[in-house]
């Protein structure tokens, strides 16, 4: 099976994909996956290190063809706040608990979850549910990608929210079918946060990607 060993950031490919590959958030931090394109082509996604990517990256065949990542859109809150103090609070909150958060321009985005939902709300949030690509931050101490050789490419996980810019990337409007297998990846993630404890503060999560 024909490899994918390196990884385009966005915007830095300009010549046509030969697939494509439609990822949500747990699957695009991802090492070593089999995958099957759209349009059926199979290959084995085989980086040096785990690597977190994003829509609109291409990843690298070792004949020198690119597949198109595009992010699934997911289950997700968004929560918008009365003005930027009240929405620093709000992220402070969710970071206190561990919680992936994308920062957008004038609101917050976390994977849809009942107990946080009614958190923010009592804290003065408006909180709408939505269907978008979700692309949380990658916190202080993310480690960077290694797999993208000279093209630098910002490496995002599990923790909270910083910076302030706005990380949205819209949808490419394809009808989009995929089929993985995880061989190894070393990711490790709990899709359903409602199995976390939202009032245990202090303790730490520990990814480990080899």
């Not at 810019?165 to 949808?171: G, M, P, V």
Request: charged content about 30%; hydrophobic content about 35%; overall charge negative.
């Amino acid at each position: 099976m024909i490899r994918a060993t390196r990884v385009l950031g966005q915007h830095r490919w300009k010549e046509a994909a030969a697939d494509s590959v439609l990822l949500d958030f747990d699957d695009r931090h991802r090492r070593r996956l089999a995958m099957t394109g759209t349009r059926g082509l199979e290959f084995l996604l085989d980086l040096e290190h785990a690597t977190a990517l994003r829509g609109g990256d291409a990843l690298v065949l070792e004949d020198g063809r690119l597949i198109e990542v595009v992010a699934a859109a997911e289950p997700l809150l968004e929560i918008r706040a009365s003005d930027p103090h009240h929405l620093v609070r709000l992220a402070w909150h969710l970071g206190n608990r561990h919680l992936p958060t994308q920062i957008m321009a004038k609101s917050l985005r976390i994977r849809r979850d009942h107990v946080i939902e009614a958190m923010v709300k009592g804290l003065g949030a408006r909180v709408l549910k939505i269907e978008a690509p979700f692309d949380p931050e990658g916190g202080a101490y993310a480690e960077p990608s290694h797999a993208h050789g000279d093209d630098h490419h910002d490496h995002h996980g599990h923790d909270h929210s910083h910076g302030g810019h706005d990380h949205a990337h819209h949808s490419h409007g394809h009808d989009h079918a995929h089929h993985v297998h995880d061989e190894h990846c070393g990711h490790d993630h709990d899709r359903d946060h409602d199995h976390h404890d939202h009032d245990h503060h202090g303790h730490s999560h520990a990814h480990d990607h080899k």
